[in-house]
């Protein structure tokens, strides 16, 4: 795939006749309701128009299709904000900063930084789609077994930081996590465990039924419990950021571009990963990391920023290679074929028009995305004014919906009303929530890549230090998981001399 302005200038020419233009703003408006939507996610989005898109042209077809994906990445933030409900998997470490906000009053703040970040991290994102998608693509073919458990190791080393001060009670939510996911069938062997006889169970437990009944049916059953008139009663001050904070959040945006950009390239490496990472990372790197988990509005600029530029990250090796870094991609990836378009190095030479418009379109519609998200985050912001006695029914309709609606399985809105009362107990005893979460979404990939590597290995755990990027990211891990523990010790440690000065 060689770069060329010319094919660049082509791909927006294509991209800016009026036919595709609309197909475009209907991918984003589609998109972007399906990430407010809980539980359909963009995988199904995109399935279910499938078929539609057989009576239009394929280069409107794929980008209308491509503009679902990203606009839903887009508008998984928005529930995520105003009521607590990640729409998307990817929109979980959203709520943990972004949610705060909105009980300060500054849903609007947060919705507009959100679109501000996810725009800039989109648009660099393409950049790098556009300039350099062989090299990078060579960089995410350079991992196997090995190095996706070492990546996944350090992302669930993460726990810790999650956890604040509460330690113990983050490693019992993980256990959770972990748990949950063990459900199921071996992925490699196929063999039952945890089942219990029951058939429901084979296939194990959704990640999208857990964090609905996590955050939405806890939310409002904690509501219920305090017989709330509104989700939050704090009065509304401010619909958009300030350009100080758009300012202070400026290195957030670039950093979380880089992270999500690089991870992104990696098979497997999904945006509900990338975005913890990213979020972590910001946390880390910040003077006041206290602010965190408060309504840092870093803490919402950061996860989706990443979110977004993971998205933009994974037509890399899609176009370059034909491989598919998650669901979606390998949906997209399915119109494709069927409109005879084989992804790979060879789709740039025999159809250079078709891919260039495409990448061209992504650019056009992340300003669409933008031009259609940042007018409506006071009509968002005004979700909060409806009454509770109104809003939590729909809330649990729509949770109700969205679980069913995964697998069309009456057993996935059990599970989801289940976890709304794991959610609500773990709310009440302070435990948090985000380590269940993170353990939940990288529990399969990790027990995959150790089972795979020890294969190769013949059993030697050495693989996971004597290959350079594993050993890496091993180091980088278990160095996270020191220096989180140390940071724990000291956190405890004046407690410890009070009592013992008090004795």
Not at 47 to 64: C, H, R, V, Y
Not at 127 to 133: I, R, S, Y
Not at 263 to 281: E, H, K, Q, R
Request: proline share 6%; with cysteine.
């Amino acid at each position: 795939m060689l770069f060329s302005w010319d094919l660049l200038l082509t791909g927006f020419a294509d991209a800016l006749t009026w036919t595709n233009l609309l197909w475009a703003l209907v991918g984003c408006l589609v998109g972007t309701l399906i990430g407010v939507l809980p539980g359909i996610g963009p995988s199904a989005g995109i399935a279910i128009l499938l078929p539609m898109t057989t009576m239009i042209p394929p280069t409107s077809g794929i980008i209308m299709m491509a503009a679902i994906y990203y606009g839903a990445m887009y508008g998984g933030s928005t529930t995520a904000i105003v009521v607590n409900i990640p729409g998307e998997a990817s929109s979980v470490p959203t709520c943990i900063d972004g949610y705060e906000m909105a009980k300060q009053g500054r849903a609007g703040a947060a919705l507009g930084i959100s679109a501000i970040s996810s725009f800039v991290a989109g648009t660099l994102g393409l950049v790098g789609l556009t300039f350099f998608a062989p090299l990078l693509a060579n960089f995410a073919l350079a991992f196997g077994p090995p190095e996706y458990f070492a990546l996944m190791f350090m992302g669930l080393s993460l726990v810790i930081s999650l956890s604040g001060r509460a330690l113990l009670k983050g490693m019992i939510a993980t256990s959770i996590g972990l748990l949950s996911s063990l459900i199921g069938q071996n992925p490699l062997t196929g063999a039952a465990r945890l089942t219990f006889g029951v058939v429901d169970l084979m296939a194990g437990l959704n990640f999208i039924s857990i964090i609905i009944g996590l955050f939405a049916v806890s939310e409002v059953m904690i509501n219920v419990e305090a017989a709330a008139t509104h989700i939050y009663g704090t009065k509304i001050s401010g619909w958009m950021p300030t350009w100080a904070e758009i300012r202070q959040c400026a290195g957030t945006m670039l950093r979380s571009t880089g992270i999500g950009f690089f991870l992104g390239l990696l098979p497997g490496c999904a945006p509900a990963v990338t975005t913890f990472i990213a979020y972590d990372v910001e946390k880390r790197v910040s003077k006041t990391p206290e602010r965190f988990g408060k309504g840092a509005i870093e803490g919402v600029a950061a996860p989706e920023g990443a979110n977004n530029a993971t998205t933009s990250a994974g037509f890399v090796p899609l176009f370059a290679f034909g491989l598919p870094t998650g669901p979606a991609l390998a949906v997209l990836m399915g119109g494709l074929m069927m409109y005879g378009l084989q992804p790979g190095p060879m789709l740039f030479q025999t159809n250079p028009k078709f891919v260039w418009a495409v990448i061209a379109s992504m650019y056009i519609g992340n300003v669409m995305l933008l031009v259609l998200n940042l007018p409506l985050v006071g009509f968002w912001a005004r979700i909060a004014l409806i009454p509770f006695p109104v809003l939590g029914p729909l809330i649990i309709l729509c949770s109700v919906i969205g679980a069913y609606s995964i697998r069309f399985m009456l057993f996935d809105v059990w599970v989801a009303l289940l976890f709304g009362g794991i959610g609500y107990g773990m709310r009440k005893l302070h435990f948090p929530i985000a380590p269940l979460v993170l353990a939940t979404v990288l529990a399969q990939m990790l027990e995959t890549s150790l089972q795979q590597s020890l294969l190769i290995s013949q059993g030697s755990w050495f693989i996971f230090f004597n290959r350079p990027i594993a050993g890496f990211f091993m180091v980088l891990a278990l160095a996270s998981i020191a220096r989180g523990i140390w940071i724990q010790i000291r956190s405890h440690a004046p407690e410890i001399a009070i009592d013992d000065a008090d004795e």
